[in-house]
């Protein structure tokens, strides 16, 4: 675990030099990996400098642990061996008996690479110019040279080596606890499937390859009770041992280069690359990444829960004046046609005559066909439980059609709404408790106050038949739940601190916490005001939210963080961020995309610095 701590800092370090030199190991990553984090150390270095990160607080901090666990100063990161001006990569690779996840980084120096393992006592071997290091069981190892730094945690899939046919070929038995036997008998496989492509070439060296340091003193003497406990004890050691070979074999094909097809002859892979990104995270396909973690549930086999789901990646961007991640996925062109006839909506014009932006904090905006979305529900579920409950869910779909009327509900909810935060508000609210007389041991009732912290807001759902929520109103007023004011209506909740107001005008549903903003929009006398940006982002895309942490600085009560200093370090944070945006784009072809970014202060020189000033600001 200490090896793929430090592997992690060497990823996040990955940029903080000033070095030219850039060696790309890309080539190196399989072609059938299922995941691939890349991270861009030049990208970085144009943005901050190694000498300029040694003095940060980060850069400090992190120098201060190394030298303090070397016992010996450590003045810049450029001396833990790695190649900081190169990319550095994390990839997935599974196959049905195990998942290998593995950290690949470029290497400068191996010698001080050598130094990070000699220092913590950790013991590797070397032959020739490959260093090796094993934990105890040899499931997580790293491999190195003077070229590359391969860490790698092997994670066994408690399905497959609970089949019958792998127990008996493997020599195991049933040894799981209860609770966690996972054995679905009914799976049927050929022989090709059992057996994973790397255990032919290593199963007869389970317990002999020489390079794989297993403990064999796993079983502490006293923990063994009786036959059932040794015998699981002895199964986990077995198990242990195969996945060791399976993984010292990958290992050692990694560095021979015998593996000639590369991630680079993935088309995929290379369109969700991008020069200009600091990281990028590629996933081949959610159904294959998620398929390769989820047990092997009986009640859950043949349902598929990302039917229709394909490759997808995540950008991150850190700019002059914004820090952007992207996000983009692929469907099937059934899912596709899906989405695009149920986000064919846009948010009601109408919403903006209601917005104020001296006054809010935050919004979150959506857009959906009601009546499309009903529609095409029925489907989806076909899609994820068909194969298994084909009938029910065609059964349930006839019914949902003859108790919805999809386009009478697309009228009332349209499926467009727009929710405003404009703060926090405190109310006195009145309790009942109860307080003892020591003298006659009894108690009486009694009423006390406190502050309750309250969000304030204004909420926006269009609707273009009232009909079904004036019954509503006639029913709640008669259940004094209702109480008609002037030009609005009051929702009383029992035992509840929150004031709920609302009304209904210009097909819009109005709720909101403030008495002073309904009155205003039953009287028509609403003061809007809303910039350009604020209209495209909330126009443009299907979901839209907007949050401003300085308007939201010093209206938090103390109360909320424990007291003073708490509260001072919340605002100070607060204060120091910038306005954050998320938003959709238009559906394109079979893609679905956003993004969500946070502009950086005017003072602040890029945003990798900005980044630093927040984490000190944060930790002061």
């Not at 190991?25 to 190694?50: C, Q, R, W, Y």
């Not at 260093?131 to 790698?152: C, G, I, K, P, Q």
């Not at 935060?421 to 307080?435: D, H, I, R």
Request: net charge negative; proline share 3%; with cysteine.
């Amino acid at each position: 675990m200490n090896s793929l701590i430090k592997c992690l800092i060497a990823v996040f370090l990955t940029g903080m030099t000033f070095t030219s030199y850039a060696q790309d190991l890309v080539h190196k990553i399989p072609s059938d990996a299922l995941a691939v984090a890349t991270f861009k150390g030049k990208n970085l270095t144009e943005l901050m400098s190694l000498t300029e990160f040694n003095k940060s607080f980060t850069g400090k901090k992190i120098l201060s642990k190394f030298s303090r666990k070397a016992d010996k100063p450590y003045s810049s990161v450029d001396d833990l061996g790695f190649n900081l001006a190169s990319s550095f990569y994390y990839y997935n690779q599974s196959n049905d008996s195990v998942t290998y996840n593995c950290f690949l980084s470029p290497v400068k120096n191996a010698a001080q690479v050598d130094a990070l393992y000699t220092w913590g006592d950790y013991k590797f071997n070397q032959k020739g110019n490959i260093r090796s290091y094993y934990n105890s069981d040899s499931t997580e190892v790293a491999h190195w040279n003077n070229e590359m730094f391969l860490f790698v945690v092997a994670i066994e899939k408690k399905d497959y080596f609970s089949r019958p046919e792998v127990m008996e070929r493997f020599g195991l038995t049933e040894d799981y606890p209860a609770s966690e036997v996972v054995a679905d008998t009914a799976i049927a496989v050929d022989a090709s499937e059992d057996v994973p492509a790397d255990s032919i070439a290593v199963e007869s060296a389970v317990v002999e390859s020489e390079d794989v340091v297993t403990d064999t003193a796993l079983v502490d003497s006293t923990m063994v009770d009786d036959d059932s406990s040794n015998s699981f004890f002895k199964n986990q050691q077995q198990k242990k041992s195969i996945i060791a070979a399976w993984t010292q074999h990958m290992v050692d094909e990694f560095f021979a280069g015998t593996n000639k097809t590369s991630i680079l002859n993935n088309n995929d892979f290379l369109k969700s690359q991008d020069a200009q990104a600091e990281a990028t995270i590629w996933v081949s396909g959610i159904d294959k990444l998620f398929n390769s973690y989820m047990p092997a549930i009986p009640y859950l086999k043949g349902m598929s829960f990302f039917n229709g789901y394909g490759s997808g990646n995540a950008k991150f961007y850190l700019e002059d004046k914004s820090i952007r991640l992207t996000t983009s996925m692929t469907f099937s062109d059934e899912i596709a046609a899906v989405f695009k006839r149920v986000h064919q909506r846009k948010l009601n014009k109408r919403f903006l005559k209601y917005v104020n932006e001296d006054r809010m904090i935050g919004y979150m905006g959506y857009a959906l066909d009601t009546k499309a979305y009903l529609e095409e529900y029925p489907k989806l579920m076909s899609k994820i439980y068909g194969s298994v409950y084909a009938e029910e869910i065609g059964m349930a779909a006839d019914l949902l059609s003859l108790l919805l009327d999809e386009e009478a509900i697309g009228k009332v909810v349209k499926g467009d709404a727009l929710f405003i935060f404009n703060g926090l508000m405190q109310n006195e609210v009145s309790y009942k408790s109860y307080e003892y007389n020591e003298d006659n041991f009894e108690s009486k009732e009694v009423m006390k106050t406190k502050k309750e912290t309250l969000p304030d807001f204004l909420l926006m759902i269009s609707s273009e038949d009232t009909r079904l929520i004036d019954k509503l109103i006639a029913y709640g007023a008669k259940k004094d739940l209702v109480k008609k004011r002037a030009g609005y209506y009051e929702l009383s909740i029992p035992k509840s601190p929150l004031s709920l107001y609302f009304t209904i005008k210009d097909q819009i549903i109005f709720f909101t916490t403030s008495i002073t903003e309904i009155d205003d929009i039953a009287a028509n006398s609403y003061v809007a005001k809303i910039s350009g940006k604020h209209k495209k982002t909330l126009l443009s895309s299907n979901y839209s939210a907007y949050f401003s942490g300085k308007k939201l600085a010093g209206k938090i009560p103390s109360e909320e963080f424990g007291g003073a200093k708490k509260l001072e370090k919340a605002n100070r944070v607060l204060n120091s961020l910038g306005d954050i945006y998320l938003n959709s784009n238009p559906i394109k072809g079979n893609v679905v995309s956003g993004q969500v970014s946070m502009d950086i202060p005017a003072n602040q020189p890029n945003a990798l610095k900005y980044l630093f000033s927040l984490i000190e600001d944060a930790t002061k």
